[in-house]
């Protein structure tokens, strides 16, 4: 990115922000041209009768303290905690603000010329507003527009909503635990409907995920948003979409899908808004045979056009799916498009789209210190409804090209803009480039092998060389990491056999990875093979380190046969004194060391069915007393196909792509 332009271009995106949606007030200034400087009040009508929240962002990584004064003049808050990097952020909150002009100040710790305060005003009501009215008929209204300023308030208010120290597990059962944590959630209740008491009951999946929490910024912000209806790429072609929808028309939010290479104007002109000229999508001017391949499947009966922001958010779900994230990164009709591998591309919000149907997105940056690895976190959606925060790594974020897959890898949300006929749209890729408030838009992970990606994702997330023996610690914590992971997902799958009679119905071939039903919710195929691989990485990161000796910070009194020795001995360890316990059939407790599972890695290979019991997911030799309280086992028809081709998969770590 040209950050000189961009900072700049920030300060006046922030400027146009303040006056668009007026919740502070102050015009920008050289400190707001040098510090990429924005500001977000919550609520958006700010009153005595509601908490008073604040949030700084800036480009640069300025250190100072948040205060916010109260109109008689008092420190009623401060803070000089600062989060990101980049954007970077400050919070602060008053509980019972009084009515009258706040000041929020940020005050630099290292001032420079015409530079070292930077101060807004906002009004505090003594009366509660009433909400911003929307148009008759709608739920949502645009009040703002995606840029610079408003991407990087979205980075903040994702690293604020997932926030925790790095080494602390951190899990929910559903989103909503995380969107009702007031704590964690700035813009609860952001626009004063009590929009964030009402139930769901919504269970998004990996896709869904990200599509929620843009949707949701984007709602509160004021900002268009839209998604697409993709196919998900089988029988060697890549996942492609078809039609876009805005949340302007939610009336045509799920439309029967055109097939795959067929002519679609007449589908694209029913599903056109109003006052529009229905659009021919590229690939569809001329007939073509239908391809075995179709998109998501078509409604039942005709949409129902959403009255609540919950509503619509059930429909986005019912169409987005990790297809959407895979569309090959050089075309332009798609929800995402691929960036740069740099610190600062690679900020909160950011999506990754893993080659085999997952989804996760960043969350925070944790910088390389005294040796020990930088690391970049993430979260994630699980079938069963948990959302967990991970590590980046190779075990979690798996990277692979095929052209069955599409364009895995690490992307922004397309912006999108009002034309001037008045219709929303995404910007295409050359826009992306050319635009200053963006132009971060790149093809370099295209190019990459594998190990090119790896090998690049270390450099980016650690400058330094690094201490190898910390290196492989922390690769041993992330193996750590997913395991406990899979012992929830187990857990759950152990609970619903408790509570269901009957066995789970299994799907044929490939659709064992990803499909719907109580499958799709207690089976991890997908997890375990994701296992495996990253079982495969710790065991030979002592080799991975002899082959990138340069990155590391080697001894100078040891050889590379020395460190590698080295490494073994810790490796062995660490792995034996790691435990993790699950819950065996019976409701007792029984402890494995991390090297008891990666010993295990074999009974991995078919430990992904529900219908098992948890002992046999676990690996436990039959006649052992581990496996003693196992009362439940898989069908023999379905154990037969697991043991088919189907271990073949796991065995030789090539996920199915033409099946």
Known sequence: MRLASRFAAAAAAAFMFATVDPPAEAASGPCEQATGFSILPSPLAPWKGAPLRVMIVTEKPLQGVISLVAPDGSVAAKSSERHGGAPYSWFAEVAAPAAGTWHATLTLDHATAGCSTITRDISVSAHKPNPMPIPSGAFWKVRNSWNHATESLFSAWIEKLFDAPPDQDLSWKAWHEVLRDRSRNFLFNFLGRGEDNVRTGLRPDCADFVYFLRAYFAYKMGLPFGYSNCSRGTRGKAPKCYQWFDMEHPEVTRPPPPPEQEIASAAIANATPPGQTPMILPGFAQPQPQSAETPAAPPKALPKRPTTFNEYLRDVGDVVHTGAARVTASEDNTDFYTVSLTQEALRPGTMYADPYGHVLMLVHRVPEMNGKPGVFLAVDAEPDGSITRKRFWRGNFLFVHDPALGSPGLKHFRPIVRDKSGSLRRLVNAEITNNPQYADFSLDQTKMSAEDFYDHMDDVMSPEPLDPVKAMTDAIESLNEQVKTRVTSVENGRQYQQKHAGEVA????????????????????????????????????????????????????????????????????????????????????WTLSLKEVIDRATHFEMAYNPNDCVEVRWGASEGSEEASTCKRHAPQAQRAKMSSEYRTWFHTRHWPTNT
């Open 506 to 589: 299994m799907p044929n071939g490939s659709s064992i990875f990803g499909t719907t039903g109580a499958w799709e919710d207690y089976s991890t195929p997908a997890r375990d093979f994701r296992l495996l691989i990253a079982i495969d990485v710790v065991r030979g990161f002592p080799d991975r380190v002899i082959r990138r000796a340069p990155r590391y910070a080697m001894p100078n009194n040891k050889s590379i046969e020395d460190v590698k020795s080295e490494l073994q001995g810790v490796l062995a360890s660490e792995l034996a004194s790691r435990k993790i316990s699950y819950t065996r059939s019976d409701g007792s407790q």
